[in-house]
């Protein structure tokens, strides 16, 4: 986000003169101030409602405990690893199909990508676990929600693609004809590694959103994160800490991916997104 | 009001703009060194120089779009305070035409202009709206009102730049290297509309490389060289005989090309 | 059970249910965007504190699954003494996760604005406010438009999380989910919600790109 120029943010305000720096000086205590304020009333509340009491919180030093989670995010993982192969490789062929010379190809590469644009995961979800099982197709859990958040990423994961592909600059793909090779070797030899190097930083983001998707895990019951946080609240009867934690992991991780992404998209300069 | 104040001030003729020891750094590097300038009424001031030279930096702190670290800076008598409304009013006395013109991309021709008076100046719709027009007229861009900036020549924008600053009946006009963002072609036309300008008695502190338009236009010229002034001459000797030997090796890099 | 007979049965839940979640997604979208200006706000203030707070919301809220949020605020908050009604609930996941993502493309659009435009503003006399509002907001508006398009259908998308808690009337997800449990609905009953997702999104991006078209600053 930041470039080398001087940015907007920086530009906003001009070098503040003596009254300036003493109302911002006032305006940063105030501020500190209501923001102890606001996190004396939150944990207020935690202590007020009995929710600090040790036997919400004391089982997070117990080992199994972690363990339990620990499995949890291991299915967690499983499944979004599962579903991000999927979307990506379903991706890749939605996105030959939209950048087909052929009319009716790239017809139904569109629409695929509108219809997975347009319509809810927990849709897809419910599908799999409702709809699908009527016609006798048994899937295993993780199946039922690795498909479903696979097909909810897949369309984005296509235009991604797209967009790498179409930034790759057109000489690239002159000089390798030039040199007599075939327009499908073009294609996979030259252009799409390139193509490929630049959407890294959005697969990535876009995996950030499959793995907030296998979050609805419960729903099938697959153990993931979310289902053996749940197995721990009925264990030890602590539902708001738990969940507190589990929501924490969540975050990190996430955040984590994004920082990657953020990284990746810094250290490469070129970007494209879906 | 801000007309009997400069009649109290002008206790016989203030400076339209006065730098006093300015001293500007960034960081260790002195951008500017014990700089001393004083503009008259009507004076037009060619600052020529290397880049690098602290020239762009000089016309920034006029209108104080850079701080400066010491001494001091006075439009018409008035010290330049370092915030508040008080500099937005001198401000709003001093016109400042930039390098990239700087139009404002979501508005057309004839809002870019009025815009400032209106909301400045506090002046209606209909009154900004003639003036503006009459301005742009002036400047040869009043059949483009309409458009919007991106619709427009380098050229053309420059010049609705220069209608947007004069729209403020400013007391002083700040060029800062005004024709280095053109194409070739389009530089004469921004400097006829700034010859016109200058013979009509506007007061005008210009950065540029353009050696002819100082030659021609210019009451005086200030070279100069690492940040200080190191010449200050007419046009005629500072162009036939300068005294500086920067100067001279700057003059002479540039009849090479 | 074929299109006809689902429709006769449950033809008036499927309006109910399409008002329900452009109901949500309007009033979500909309808080969502308030919040987003008053993040964005803090987020390029010159206090620090509130700075920090703004990117702290933005890392919170991004970053936490929708799911995630709703059972916390569902199932979790009553143990502070915090009881929400199920709708108000939804409201507020809705609301909070896409005001973080709203923040984040009006600070893209922010940026993608001209320095230079900032300080001829300035040199024309233009107060601290008045250049926010005569050339700042206006311009990280128009340039936002296509991102802020994608946010309402993102946010709309996440209003299917209605269909995670016992509403009445229940949403375009939740009717599908209802209808499949208590009936064998098969895949009609979610051809027709989705149709009616689809559309509604295909609305948005059209009128989305007409604004944009009339709005975007070419550069």
Redesign the interface.
């Known amino acids: 986000m930041s470039s080398a120029h001087l940015s907007v943010k920086d530009a906003l305000y001009e070098a503040p003169g003596p009254k300036s720096r003493r109302a911002i000086r006032i305006a940063t205590a105030i501020s500190i101030v209501l923001i102890i304020a606001l996190i004396y009333a939150i944990i207020r509340q935690f202590y007020i409602t009995g929710q600090l009491s040790p036997k919400y919180w004391s089982f997070f030093t117990r080992w199994t405990t972690w363990r339990f989670l620990g499995a949890g995010l291991l299915g967690t993982f499983e499944a979004a690893m599962l579903s991000g192969v999927l979307a990506l490789s379903a991706g890749f062929l939605i996105m030959l199909c939209r950048i087909s010379t052929n009319k009716v190809l790239s017809m139904i590469g569109r629409a695929y990508i509108q219809f997975t644009r347009g319509v809810p995961t927990l849709l897809f979800i419910y599908f799999f676990f409702l709809a699908v099982p009527q016609f006798g197709l048994k899937l295993a859990a993780i199946w039922k929600i690795a498909i479903p958040v696979a097909i909810s990423a897949s369309g984005v994961v296509a235009e991604v693609l797209r967009n790498g592909v179409n930034a790759v600059p057109k000489g690239q793909r002159e000089a390798a004809l030039s040199l007599g090779m075939r327009e499908r070797a073009v294609f996979y030899k030259v252009i799409f590694p390139q193509a490929l190097r630049y959407v890294v930083p959005s697969l990535i983001a876009q995996l950030v959103i499959v793995v907030k998707d296998t979050t609805y895990a419960y729903i099938i019951n697959f153990p993931d994160l979310m289902q053996n946080a749940k197995v721990l609240i009925s264990n030890y009867d602590a539902m708001l800490s738990i969940y507190l934690v589990a929501a924490v992991i969540y975050i990190l991780i996430c955040y984590m991916l994004n920082k990657l992404a953020e990284h990746i998209n810094n250290s490469t300069k070129v970007s494209v997104r879906g | 009001m801000s007309d009997t104040q400069s009649k109290q001030n002008t206790s016989s003729e203030a400076p339209v703009i006065e730098l006093q020891h300015v001293d500007k750094y960034y960081g260790d590097l002195h951008v500017l060194k014990d700089i001393n300038l004083s503009v008259k009424k009507g004076e037009v001031v060619v600052v020529i120089g290397p880049s690098g030279s602290g020239k762009s930096t000089l016309c920034r702190t006029i209108n104080r779009l850079e701080t400066i670290d010491s001494g001091c800076i006075l439009i018409e008598g008035e010290k330049l305070p370092e915030e508040g409304a008080k500099l937005a009013e001198l401000r709003s006395k001093v016109g400042m035409v930039f390098q990239s013109f700087n139009l404002f991309a979501h508005k057309t021709i004839l809002d870019n202009v009025t815009m400032a008076p209106m909301n400045v100046l506090h002046k209606s719709k209909t009154e900004a709206r003639s003036e503006a027009m009459e301005l742009l007229s002036r400047v040869g861009v009043d059949s483009q009102a309409s458009k919007l900036p991106s619709q427009l020549s380098g050229g053309q924008q420059q010049r609705v730049a220069i209608a947007r600053a004069l729209a403020m009946h400013p007391k002083a006009i700040l060029f800062d290297e005004p024709t280095s963002a053109l194409d070739p072609e389009m530089i004469n036309e921004v400097l006829d509309v700034m010859t016109e300008l200058a013979s009509s008695g506007m007061t005008m502190v210009v950065v540029t490389h353009e050696m002819n338009f100082a030659r021609r236009v210019a009451d005086r010229v200030i070279f100069m060289d690492s940040g200080a002034i190191v010449e200050e001459n007419t046009p005629e000797e500072f162009f036939t005989n300068p005294k500086n030997i920067r100067a001279q090796e700057f003059l002479k890099s540039i009849k090479t090309h | 059970m074929s299109m006809a007979e689902l429709l006769s049965q449950y033809g008036d839940k499927y309006l109910l249910a399409l008002l329900t979640t452009w109901k949500l997604t309007a009033l979500a979208f909309l808080a969502a965007f308030v919040l987003g200006i008053i993040i964005t706000v803090m987020r390029?203030s010159?206090?620090?504190?509130?700075r920090f707070?703004g990117e702290f919301y933005v890392?919170?809220f991004?970053?936490?699954?929708?799911?995630?949020?709703l059972?916390?605020l569902v199932?979790?908050l009553p143990?502070?003494?915090?009881v929400l009604p199920y709708f108000d609930c939804v409201l507020i996941a809705t609301a909070l996760i896409p005001a973080a993502f709203c923040s984040e493309y009006l600070?893209?659009g922010?940026?993608?604005?001209?320095?230079?435009?900032?300080?001829?503003?300035?040199?024309?006399?233009?107060?601290?406010l008045?250049t926010v509002r005569?050339?700042?907001v206006?311009?990280a508006l128009?340039s936002s438009v296509i991102s802020l398009t994608s946010l309402l259908?993102a946010t709309?998308?996440?209003?299917?999380?209605a269909?995670?808690v016992p509403l009445n009337p229940m949403d375009?997800?939740g009717i599908?989910?209802h209808i499949?449990?208590h009936a064998?609905?098969?895949?009609t009953?979610?051809i027709i919600?989705?149709v009616l997702?689809?559309l509604?999104?295909?609305i948005i991006g059209f009128a989305g790109n007409m604004i944009d078209k009339k709005?975007r600053?070419?550069?």
């Open positions: 390029i010159p206090i620090k504190p509130l707070l890392q919170i991004r970053n936490i699954p929708g799911a995630a949020l059972i916390l199932y979790a143990y502070l003494k915090i600070m893209s922010i940026n993608m604005i001209d320095v230079g435009q900032i300080e001829a503003a300035r040199a024309l006399g233009f107060t601290f008045q005569l050339v700042i206006p311009q128009r259908v709309m998308l996440t209003t299917a999380l269909s995670q375009l997800t599908v989910a499949n449990t064998v609905g098969g895949i009953a979610f919600s989705a997702y689809l509604t999104a295909l709005v600053i070419r550069r």
